[in-house]
């Protein structure tokens, strides 16, 4: 049966889209990719010779339809995504959409831009005794999020916050995380177009953050980064896991106890 395949084309670097995604846009008659976020090139390497549309200015409707006409003529369809398609990807309604044609589907996921960014900064983002949460949200904007999940409300755990789609709001943003557990010491990293030939980094703290962005004119397609895990590495304030401690005995090694 032919099916339609979500794909995410990972962060920007054309090598971070997965083995399987790879294939499946080689191998794609019909591609429906995300223009405005997604590197053309990427998809003039994988499928060269396939239809290609740019979704930017297309609407539900008009991408379902490219889709659904893929499928009918036994075409092999590919909607591709930008990162992950499960994190701001708008594809439930796209999902929707298929179940009412009666058109199957299948999900391939991709590199997301804040592990994109994280390895930009080389940085892990759960330290031992710093941060065990990573929490992926969002300012609202023209899409509004749930009460509780207000900025300001997060903010009150103190946990690793990976902020989406809120860089041209940067002076919201920090005010609303300096209403919880974050102080303006707090360290925060702004990376724009992780892993693209044209990644920007800029890094400081709530206090100074926001004057940085601007000055760097980073406006889209950044990834906001805060929390303590930053300032562990050049302060020492990390402890190492129990994983590798030789001390430590799990099921596949012996701790030695000296």
Same mark, same amino acid.
């Given at each position: ?10 962060? +920007? ?6 083995v ?11 591609? %429906?990719?995300?223009?405005?976020? /997604? ?22 409707e ?12 036994g ?7 930008? +990162? ?15 179940d ?7 999900? /391939?996921? +991709?590199?997301?831009?804040?592990f ?11 330290? @031992?005794e /710093? ?9 609202? +904007?023209?899409? @509004?999020v749930?009460e ?13 916050? %990976? ?14 995380l ?8 707090t @360290? ?15 890094e ?8 940085? /962005? ?45």
């Amino acid at each position: 049966m032919t099916i339609v395949h979500f794909i995410g084309a990972g962060p +920007g670097d054309a090598e971070l889209i997965t083995v399987k995604g790879a294939r499946l846009l080689r191998e794609a008659d019909v591609i %429906v990719y995300a223009g405005s976020l /997604v590197d053309r090139e990427l998809v003039r390497a994988y499928a060269p010779d396939a239809e290609v549309c740019d979704s930017a200015s297309m609407t539900l409707e008009e991408t379902t339809a490219v889709l659904a006409q893929a499928v009918a003529d036994g075409k092999r369809a590919v909607r591709l995504h930008t +990162g992950d398609p499960s994190i701001y990807g708008a594809i439930q309604e796209q999902m929707a959409e298929l179940d009412r044609l009666g058109i199957g589907y299948a999900v /391939v996921p +991709g590199v997301t831009s804040a592990f994109a960014a994280a390895a930009t900064l080389r940085q892990e983002l759960t330290l @031992p005794e /710093v941060s065990q949460t990573v929490i992926i949200t969002r300012l609202a +904007g023209r899409t @509004p999020v749930p009460e509780r999940e207000k900025l300001s409300e997060i903010a009150k755990i103190g946990a690793t916050l %990976v902020i989406y789609l809120s860089v041209s709001m940067v002076e919201q943003v920090v005010a609303e995380l300096l209403q919880g557990a974050y102080t303006p010491a707090t @360290p925060v990293a702004v990376v724009a177009k992780a892993s693209w030939h044209d990644e920007q980094t800029v890094e400081g703290t709530l206090a100074d953050i926001a004057g940085k /962005v601007r000055e760097a004119e980073i406006g889209k397609q950044a990834i906001i980064l805060v929390g303590d895990v930053l300032k562990a590495r050049r302060e020492g304030l990390a402890s190492k896991s129990l994983l590798y401690d030789r001390s430590f005995s799990h099921e596949f090694r012996k701790g030695i106890v000296t």
